[in-house]
């Protein structure tokens, strides 16, 4: 099996997704799903080898929380996953102990107000499997899509009937066999009680076991959603700038959030260096054009002038050219 979604889950958090007109066209150009866009397998769990490796199960959900926050959207889970997909019993079992599976998958709706139409993706576990003969790894397949109002509510509430379902029936089972084990035993009134006190002999040790025992201590990870690098935060800053300031709102706030995104400086990569100066443009255009803003600053214009220097100078930014002859 070919692992190479683990350097994907690395390539998520240094390059910026921003140039992709759509979640479906970064779905595909991503490879988040296999190129015939059937459910792709990621790794959950390594073996001891590789325990310290990260796990992949996260990489859709992170991909796609990325790429909405970067269009200036929120992404929130819409629906609980109920590994309707999944056929086998044993492998739900697993799938649903596993902390990074659980947190990456289900449905998951981008808000972006009245900015752009809002969208939904359902992140959903297909099956899971032993990544290779002799190791521990285990890897999960992922189906990844969009998905309209209607259809997710659809989907979800009938995977939801269907787990419901299952497990009456299974509860259903138990007790008839056990309802048809008791008949068949009949046991004797001597043998009841002989039962019954060792029962009570069992769970008066089990207790003392318990207490001897200490409590284990359950280690929280935090979302990887919260660890964000200094490349997301400007982006974020950068876009909810560019946004309030083209509609002409919290002009102030706006011109600080671009502020915030220049001082973070130059970040990796052609995307980062286009960030970084079109930030810089921001800031310039707040110091000469917004006067909520530029009234703070006993020389707005120079300073201005000494960002759009930088930007000429050190990027050859023709924006910064031609703004310069406008304001000298």
Request: glycine content about 6%; aromatic content about 6%; hydrophobic content about 30%.
């Amino acid at each position: 099996m070919s692992l190479a979604a683990c350097n994907s889950m690395q390539g998520a958090k240094k390059n910026i997704l921003h140039p992709f007109h759509s979640p479906q066209e970064l779905i595909v150009k991503r490879g988040i799903n296999q190129p015939d866009g059937k459910a792709k397998d990621y790794v959950y769990l390594w073996d001891q080898q590789q325990r310290h490796n990260t796990t992949q199960a996260m990489y859709p959900r992170s991909v796609m929380t990325q790429y909405c926050h970067e269009q200036g959207g929120k992404l929130s889970l819409l629906y609980k996953s109920k590994f309707g997909l999944v056929n086998d019993s044993a492998q739900r079992t697993r799938l649903a102990a596993n902390r990074g599976v659980v947190q990456g998958i289900g449905a998951y709706k981008c808000t972006m107000g009245d900015l752009a139409e809002s969208w939904i993706v359902s992140i959903e576990p297909v099956a899971e499997r032993q990544a290779e003969n002799n190791s521990k790894t285990r890897s999960v397949r992922l189906l990844t899509r969009l998905m309209k109002t209607a259809e997710a509510h659809n989907f979800y509430q009938a995977a939801a009937s269907t787990a419901k379902t299952a497990k009456k029936q299974v509860n259903v089972v138990k007790a008839t066999a056990t309802a048809k084990t008791s008949v068949a035993a009949k046991p004797t009134a001597e043998q009841k009680d002989h039962d019954r006190k060792e029962l009570e002999r069992k769970e008066l040790a089990k207790a003392e076991v318990e207490k001897k025992e200490p409590k284990p201590v359950t280690v929280t990870t935090p979302r990887a959603s919260v660890n964000e690098t200094p490349q997301q935060q400007q982006m974020k800053l950068y876009v909810t700038a560019r946004r309030d300031i083209n509609n002409g709102r919290n002009l102030n706030n706006a011109c600080n959030n671009a502020q915030r995104a220049y001082n973070y400086g130059k970040q990796q990569g052609t995307e980062g260096t286009r960030v970084y100066t079109e930030s810089g443009m921001l800031v310039a255009r707040c110091l000469t054009s917004i006067s909520t803003y530029s009234s703070r600053f006993p020389n707005a214009k120079g300073q201005a002038q000494r960002v759009l220097n930088g930007l000429a100078s050190q990027y050859n930014h023709a924006g910064a050219k031609n703004m310069l002859k406008q304001i000298n």
